[in-house]
């Protein structure tokens, strides 16, 4: 018998989360039998905390229900010949050490996976994160060679990626981040413009200075402030991909603005928000593409990586205040 722990929302947040907001939990799991539908058992070897968690926390969740989260997981048990223990699968069941699967929950790691290549990234770049940027740019903002793609919050764990593939595409990428470190580290995996929006006097002018002509594609991860200044700075038939809104995640009362409507007649734009499970039916398509280019080192990689289980509130918390640099994850 097994003695899974697990962390439960303890109380709805009120503004930013705090670690009193959570509960520690231990949950007996049954022995697998045979012929029964629990037919694996899995410990989390890696677990993710995403900006997501935040807003839909309050939409589908009840005090008291276990956080809602991905992980990478080990097979230890197994009765499903489909699955091999030892294999590594991605699973969406929340902030768990150990839990039972009847398997049809479960996403395999792709077969080409290098050995050499950390399993955590399957819940970043060649995960839901570089998927978000891979279908944001391609079928939303429907980026093309020789144009100028601006992204905030880029070093984080989609911004970053969608700098990277902007670059792959042709594209000239403006990227903007909250340190000196993380303007450094996005320098360094190539992009052309980046400056701190935390120490810039003026955003519009520091926009306008990345990119004098403006703005064919936006990708927007913070709405808020940023994209009302940035959206009278696009181009005529400019296009925006509204993935996030942390900016306002943890507003206890909601931010006037901003006033969209004038810009988007004049300039004819297009603002669209989207969310990744659109695509679901392409998701080995944007894997094998993201899992090639990070392989042939054409996309880097960056994680922050907390260890142990009992510090995901911290790894959670940290992460909501841009603590991290690249990809948010805890190792249990």
Not at 46 to 51: I, K
Not at 76 to 97: L, M, Y
Request: hydrophobic residues 40%; aromatic residues 10%; charged residues 25%.
């Amino acid at each position: 018998m097994v003695i899974a722990k697990a962390w439960a929302l303890k109380k709805h947040f009120d503004g930013f989360p705090k670690t009193s907001d959570f509960d520690l939990k231990k949950i007996e799991l049954p022995n697998l039998k045979d012929g029964g539908e629990q037919k694996l058992l899995l410990e989390s070897v890696f677990l993710s905390v995403d900006p997501y968690m935040r807003p839909y926390s309050r939409r589908i969740m009840k005090e008291g229900d276990i956080m809602i989260g991905t992980q990478v997981a080990r097979i230890v048990e197994s009765k499903n010949p489909a699955f091999t223990v030892g294999a590594f699968v991605v699973a969406d069941r929340g902030w768990r050490t150990h839990f039972i699967s009847d398997g049809k929950d479960l996403r395999l790691l792709p077969s080409s996976w290098p050995e050499s290549l950390p399993k955590s990234l399957a819940l970043g770049t060649v995960g839901m994160p570089g998927l978000t940027a891979y279908f944001g740019l391609l079928e939303v903002c429907k980026m093309k060679p020789g144009e100028t793609v601006l992204v905030n919050a880029a070093a984080g764990a989609v911004g970053s990626v969608v700098g990277q593939l902007a670059k792959i595409g042709g594209c000239k990428v403006v990227g903007c981040a909250g340190s000196d470190d993380k303007v450094a580290y996005l320098k360094k995996i190539g992009f052309d413009e980046v400056f701190n929006y935390k120490t810039v006097k003026s955003l519009d002018e520091a926009l306008r200075k990345a990119s004098p002509d403006g703005y064919d594609c936006f990708f927007d991860n913070v709405g808020g402030e940023f994209a009302s200044v940035a959206i009278n700075q696009m181009k005529k038939y400019g296009r925006i991909a509204v993935c996030g809104a942390i900016s306002q995640y943890n507003d206890s009362v909601p931010q006037k603005g901003p006033y969209v409507q004038m810009p988007m007649i004049f300039k004819e734009l297009q603002m669209e928000g989207f969310l990744v499970s659109r695509w679901n039916n392409r998701r080995e398509e944007g894997l094998q593409a993201l899992l090639k280019w990070v392989v042939e080192g054409k996309v880097k990689c960056h994680e922050q990586v907390t260890e142990g289980f009992e510090n995901m509130p911290m790894a959670f918390i940290g992460m909501l205040k841009g603590e991290n640099l690249g990809k948010a994850v805890v190792k249990v």
